[in-house]
């Protein structure tokens, strides 16, 4: 975890590391009624389900409201009296977080599902990244993306705060009565999250709620990753967070620099090539072209990027291991890596069979003016 200027933790949108989680379970105890209450992941099993519905679940506080969102998409403000009755499902998320965006089939499917039951599903969007604070942003993401439900958005962090929220995606189950009854952190956990929200509807009396889960499967950058063939995770490409960072002599921070690529990286070292500005949370290309590297061992690589000029429309190259991807291209670019960009979001390089092992990824800007702020894998 890193710290917002304001002293707020926040989560990376990846999964929480198992110091982390300890320090969830820690906090649990510490929490007061009055608190949403936090609690670590677990994988998802089938039984957990089976569970949930034979467990009584605890009052961890009171929803706070929703007032201080700074606008409104899909919905207009919903107030506590709007909502009371209803059982709610609040939902953090990022636009560029490949969590979210592997979580977001579920959501959708259980909007789609319960909707007649008594169920109202809230995302509230809050950012990351500067550009994510834009709504003009968040209502193209909201739309390209295929969220219909009521989003809350909230670029000043109040309802992160007021929720004590630290992780995206992050979901809050409350009841009719306005209390928060059970929270997921992180992706993961489908069975029992469904689980949990029948739970809560039959107690509000809904009627012709079924048995049966929802049966998923995500396309494109929402397929679930390969779990058993990832050895590479997020890595930011700014100076605040990033890691292993293999370009001789290491980040100039906030200057122009003329960076090199070693003949060598090693698994998940990363390096640049061409005049760079590398800043606290994003690295920027000054010359007319440049070049990142990054050695990685994934199905699915994924690069949060856009011009540093909105609207601006970028050509890029990507190569795997000197040679075009052809079959292991991902959404965003075609069979010989070639891409265009034009905003700033998360795009899908490369997406490759099996067998999947140690490979160099290169993407080479053709103009300038291109930011990069974060690698993900899947």
Known sequence: MSQRPNGSQRGSCSYISALAITAVLFAIAALTASQPGKAAMSDTRASNAQTASTTRLAVEGN????????????????KAADLRGK?????????????????????????????????????VHSPEFAFEKNIDNVRRATKEIGVQYPVAVDSDYAIWRAFNNEYWPALYFVDTQGRIRQHQFG???????????????AEAGASGIGGGLVSVTGEGPEAVADWDDLKSSENYVGYERTENFASPGGPVRDKPHAYATPAHLSLNQWALSGDWTIRKDATRLNDA?????????????????????????????????????????????????????????????????????DRDFTINFLDPGAEAFCFTFG
């Open 87 to 123: 059982v709610v499902l609040i939902e953090f998320w990022t636009y560029t977080c490949i969590n979210w965006r592997r979580q977001l089939p579920y959501v959708r499917a259980w909007a789609d599902k319960y909707k007649d039951k008594g169920l109202v599903i809230i995302g």
């Open 63 to 78: 929803m706070p409201p929703l007032d201080d969102a700074t606008s409104w998409i899909n919905s207009q403000p919903l």
């Open 289 to 357: 072209t440049g070049q990142i590297t990054y050695r990685f061992h994934a199905r699915d690589l994924h690069l949060v990027m856009g011009p540093s000029v909105p609207g601006k429309r970028i050509r890029f190259r990507v190569l795997i291991n000197g040679h075009a991807p052809g079959a292991a291209h991902g959404a965003d670019i075609d069979e010989q890596g070639y891409g265009t960009m034009s905003e700033q979001r998360m795009y899908q390089l490369i997406r490759q069979p099996k067998p999947i092992s």
């Open 187 to 201: 992706e993961g956990d489908y069975e029992q999250s469904e689980t949990v929200i029948k739970q809560l509807l």
